[in-house]
């Protein structure tokens, strides 16, 4: 069809065909077009308002040179091993793709007010970017090079998502089951995440805010693998009102991550470097931190913050500001209860393997207390730094025997 097609309120249905169309192809008025056995259509580019596409077997394929539309109630099906590309890109304006043991490769895909379903699907595409849209994947491998999420439901099970760039997101809920994600870079704001079923979400770096994520399970987890960083190499920023909470582990592998005032962590905080080779390790009797940390590696900033249990293995590094402020409790000292300005709180067990290093910084006449309602137990060392060099005063290491 040398000069495109239009096609209103009809039904055509390809069997052992071959389809070209050399300009664009326009489907509206509720028609459908089912590319079935043995068939193939190529198309400059296709227009769906309000129609549906099908394709059935996996004899059948679909080309798009152009840039492609779906809109107003349009569906792409893909069924039994179909495969569709859409070389420049496909947007998707409230309306929905249903692929079920397809292939599909896209150059860009936009989804606004749109729906995607995945099952037991390969999905590749340079770009997504999704407003107001719904993602579920079923068993399915997707891989992007960047994303951009606002407003979007996104519902991954058994599946796997790869982005090699970036991903931003704004407002968004996200539900990982027995699935992974991993990205590169990682920014978000205002968005809710949930994993559970051994599910697993990786990120080189990371900035969040206004973010709340749920490790269900203990199987679960959030890593910030820091992509080989040096203890002093930022690489993750927890800011003002992040949460997370559940069993699963919040992990720093490498890189330097800042805990700023009001984040919280109800989730066990690990700072790992078991997985890489040739990490600086802390060596007793060097030269104190002063405010570098790039001899450990990872290393964690704390400043305000309120924590659940925390893990410092051989060779990372913890370093609290006590000049920061989260909260007040009364501590009883030497017969007289008063209340104290806490900097920085661990609600559960705080643990300092050997060659870990627990730093407190910002040591001053008016420092406030770091305190820990469970156990601490230091097998690697403890730094004090002072930054007053004008008053005289003494620095007290409190420990209670019992709780009484």
Request: with cysteine; glycine share 10%; proline share 1%.
């Amino acid at each position: 069809l040398t000069n495109g097609a239009d096609i209103g309120g009809t039904t055509l249905d390809l069997v052992n065909s071959a389809m070209t169309v050399v300009r664009d192809l326009r489907a509206h008025s509720a028609s459908v077009l089912t590319v079935g056995e043995g068939s193939s259509v190529t198309v400059s580019a296709a227009e769906l308002d309000g129609s549906t596409i099908t394709m059935s077997s996996a004899s059948s394929s679909f080309v798009a040179q152009a840039l492609s539309t779906v809109a107003n109630g349009g569906t792409i099906q893909g069924r039994g091993g179909a495969s569709m590309r859409f070389d420049g890109g496909l947007s998707s304006t409230s309306s929905s793709m249903d692929l079920q043991q397809t292939t599909m490769t896209v150059a860009s895909l936009v989804m606004t007010t749109s729906t995607m379903v995945s099952d037991a699907t390969t999905v590749t595409a340079n770009d997504l970017v999704s407003e107001g849209s719904t993602f579920r994947s079923q068993s399915s491998t997707i891989t992007f090079t960047q994303i951009n999420l606002a407003t979007t439901t996104m519902q991954v099970s058994s599946s796997s998502i790869v982005s090699s760039g970036d991903m931003v997101d704004a407002g968004s809920t996200l539900t990982l089951a027995s699935a992974s994600l991993q990205v590169a870079s990682f920014s978000a704001s205002s968005s809710e995440y949930s994993m559970t079923g051994g599910s697993r979400m990786t990120v080189t770096k990371t900035s969040l805010q206004s973010f709340t994520i749920n490790l269900e399970d203990t199987s679960s987890g959030f890593t910030v693998d820091g992509g080989g960083a040096g203890g002093g190499t930022q690489v993750a920023t927890m800011g003002s009102n992040f949460l997370c909470f559940g069993t699963g582990k919040l992990g720093l592998k490498a890189g330097l991550m800042d805990m700023l005032a009001g984040s919280v962590l109800r989730c066990p905080l690990e700072l790992n470097n078991q997985l890489l080779v040739n990490s600086p390790l802390h060596a007793p009797g060097r030269e104190l931190l002063q405010t570098d940390l790039s001899t450990t590696n990872p290393a964690s900033t704390a400043c305000g913050n309120s924590v659940f249990t925390v893990d410092v293995q051989t060779g990372a590094s913890l370093a609290i500001d006590t000049s920061c402020t989260w909260g007040t409790a009364a501590f009883d000292v030497e017969g007289t209860t008063s209340d104290y300005t806490i900097s920085f709180e661990a609600t559960g067990a705080v643990t300092i393997h050997s060659g870990g290093l627990l730093v407190m910084n910002t040591i001053t006449a008016t420092s406030n207390v770091w305190s820990i309602s469970s156990t601490l137990s230091v097998s690697g060392s403890i730094e004090l730094l002072v930054t007053d060099t004008s008053s005289a005063g003494d620095v007290l290491l409190i420990k209670w025997d019992d709780t009484s």
